[in-house]
């Protein structure tokens, strides 16, 4: 029985110089809802840029299969060796120099789509911009030897 009173006398003793020696809870508060989106809100606002537009300027030199525009809707026009994709894509068709010009159209009022989207200017003249290339000269070093 000894070594049980030796244990008391000494948890007493340590209850006596440190009172409060046993875990004390602490109360933690979460989050009640989680950062961030939700399913809703995914992807909106987080689009790359498309980098529409001019590519190339009035009087720059290209090469053939450069890109000249970028564009959505037709803002520009293909012109003199410049080819038109399907999304509106501009590209050079030859190398030479790039002429930006803007040029009377004359459109075909019997259209639905020209009626629609050009009702309050009608009788008024239309401006479009086209997009030239003009190729480079050719080297003169061929001669003609003999006709056929």
Known sequence: MGLFSSLKSASSFYQRILPNTLPQTVSVRFASKKTG????????????????????????????????????????????????????????????????????????????????NYAEREGQTIYKKFFNVIPEKQHQNFRLVEEV
């Open 37 to 116: 989106t939700s399913t809703r809100n995914q992807g909106k606002g987080n689009s790359k840029p498309k980098h529409r537009g001019w590519k190339r300027q009035d009087s720059e030199y290209v090469t053939s299969g450069t890109l000249l525009a970028l564009q959505r809707t037709t803002r520009f026009h293909p012109g003199l060796n410049v080819g038109f994709g399907r999304n509106g894509t501009l590209w050079a068709m030859q190398s030479g120099k790039v002429i930006i010009s803007c040029e009377k159209t004359d459109l075909n009022w019997d259209h639905s789509w020209v009626r629609r």
